[in-house]
């Protein structure tokens, strides 16, 4: 009975693959033909269970992304609250927390930036810093001295009042929801029973979930759009180019919303009724936390929606240019049907920096938290460390010489090729990276392991609707997991041929002596002799 558990323990599928090369995909097949199964609504007389209080939030953020007329950072209230706002997890970049000669006193230095609802002031401000884990022991010891503050150096969740007692130590800049802080050893107490690794995978969740609704309502008001605007003598939708980029947003949407669900999922639809429930401890006591998620997938959902809103936005772009967006319009078939042409106006002459920089940039994200996972990364070690035992094989886990996805629908077999093939080659490319800190390399090897991640997502979903629904709901899901499967396909090939450009762009730079001679002036450019 121990064993049977020990097989169903949820594993990190991002952090399971860079760090051993093996695919532990059996668990999303579980998921999403469990998550199918309840959505069908219960059977045999079981009863739904109620929604926790990440999903309402979930589903509220969501809301108001895809509905608000208030802006583009609306959802960051729904998400965070009114009274006490919330830093992101990367501010252990630039704040610092020290403990006093009395080891409850904790003193912060440094400067974040907070996001709340426009219109509304924070009594306090929850952030992530690093911070010397509380032993007694060693404490009462080591207490004030350096070198204990070093070693022994976690990351906690912190809770800073701005109140009187911070009153001359915090200065404090609001601006349209952003608020700019500066700590100067300001007082904060440890938030007790909150894991800083849970809190950061939640914010990542949360900011996928405001892309997904931002991409649902991109994509409904390009399709209202398609079909009342005329080009020439027929409608716009008649146009395949228009059809194409429609197609490309319902894809990004549909990738999107298939790697939230299985990221977000509850253990209850990945396990049986008896497997264990991994409990997440705080740093600072023994409270579990209510609920868990794997952080590397979590991040990895937050680059990949971010990078399907840009190419949404893209697509949107290329579809509505040209056409006033100042104003909404009524739909020429259902008048009262109103097109909102301002909000996609507001979308496109925002900064997509500003957009997709909630929880800092994608480039940071992967320096800071991808670099080092690739470091200690084992496929860098010989082929003979990766031969597996039959209890791996038990597990669902594969190999990086031989990866291969478990149980896809036989309708998908020529796009679950073309996968598996991509993978190889990405483990490969991992494999034999001599440099594995090269920020080009890493950055890379991010984006291509979230286009993997989420085309795993959209292979196993749609091999659940086929498989309960063929005709209905399976085929329609069939037809964007092959748009899907063909545009991620290409975004891949895309990442690989820029990193092979830029090292060997970069060799070539690095083999030069004089830089000087290695360009021409433009002038005597125009003027040369074209070479036959």
């Given at each position: 009975m121990r064993l049977n558990r020990f097989l169903r323990v949820r594993h990190d599928v991002v952090e399971q693959l860079l760090c051993f090369g093996r695919l532990a995909d059996i668990q999303m097949a579980n998921f999403f033909r469990k998550q199918l199964a309840c959505e069908c609504g219960p059977a045999g007389g079981e009863t739904v269970k109620e929604k926790d209080d990440f999903s309402r939030q979930r589903e509220a953020v969501r809301k108001i992304a895809r509905g608000s007329a208030e802006g583009l950072t609306a959802?960051?209230?729904?998400?965070?609250?009114?009274?006490?706002?919330?830093?992101?997890h990367l501010s252990t970049q630039t704040l610092q927390a020290k403990r006093g000669e009395k080891v409850e006193v904790i003193t912060l230095r440094g400067k974040a930036l907070a996001a709340g609802e426009v219109g509304s002031a924070p009594k306090s401000v929850q952030v992530i810093?690093?911070?010397?884990?509380?032993?007694?022991?060693?404490?009462?010891?080591?207490?004030?001295t350096e070198d204990y503050m070093r070693e022994n150096l976690r990351e906690a969740v912190l809770q800073v009042p701005l109140s009187n007692e911070n009153e001359g130590r915090i200065t404090t800049k609001l601006v349209n929801g952003l608020l700019q802080l500066d700590f100067h050893d300001a007082v904060a107490t440890v938030k007790a029973g909150v894991c800083a690794r849970d809190v950061a995978s939640r914010q990542n969740i949360l900011t996928a979930t405001a892309y997904g609704g931002m991409l649902e309502r991109l994509e409904?008001?390009?399709?209202l759009h398609a079909t009342t605007a005329v080009q020439y003598d027929g409608m716009l939708i008649r146009d395949p180019a228009v059809q194409m980029r429609l197609a490309q947003i319902a894809c990004s949407h549909f990738g999107v919303e298939s790697l939230a669900a299985y990221v977000s999922g509850s253990d209850e639809a990945l396990h049986e009724a008896d497997a264990p429930q991994p409990e997440e401890t705080s740093e600072e006591g023994d409270t579990p936390a209510a609920r868990e998620f794997r952080f590397f997938e979590a991040v990895s959902l937050n680059i990949y929606a971010g990078n399907a809103l840009m190419d949404g936005l893209d697509n949107a772009w290329k579809i509505l240019h040209g056409f006033p967006l100042t104003t909404p319009r009524p739909h020429r078939s259902k008048?009262?049907?109103?097109?909102?042409?301002?909000?996609?106006?507001?979308?496109?002459?925002?900064?997509?920096?500003?957009?997709?920089?909630?929880?800092?940039?994608?480039?940071l994200q992967a320096q800071t938290f991808f670099g080092p996972l690739l470091q200690r990364s084992f496929l860098h070690q010989s082929a003979s460390t990766w031969l597996e035992s039959p209890l791996r094989h038990l597990m669902g886990l594969t190999t990086a010489a031989k990866v291969c996805l478990s149980a896809p629908h036989v309708n998908l077999r020529v796009m679950t090729d073309v996968l598996e093939r991509d993978l190889t080659r990405g483990l490969e490319l991992v494999s034999h990276q001599k440099d594995p800190t090269d920020p080009s390399f890493v950055i890379t090897v991010v984006q291509y392991i979230a286009e993997v991640f989420a085309n795993l997502a959209v292979v196993h979903r749609c091999s659940a609707s086929l498989t309960a629904d063929e005709g209905g709901r399976g085929h329609r899901e069939w037809l964007l997991a092959q748009a899907f499967g063909a545009a991620s396909a290409a975004r891949r090939q895309r990442l690989l041929a820029y990193l092979r450009t830029s090292q060997l762009s970069a060799g070539v730079l690095r083999g030069v002596a004089d830089l000087d001679h290695g360009a021409m002036h433009p002038v005597a450019l125009m003027n040369s002799r074209p070479i036959p």
């Open positions: 959802w960051i209230g729904g998400a965070y609250g009114v009274s006490e706002w919330s830093t992101g810093a690093q911070l010397p884990s509380l032993d007694a022991a060693a404490a009462s010891a080591h207490a004030g409904r008001i390009c399709a008048p009262e049907i109103q097109i909102n042409y301002p909000y996609v106006d507001s979308l496109l002459n925002t900064s997509k920096y500003f957009i997709t920089s909630m929880n800092g940039s994608m480039e």
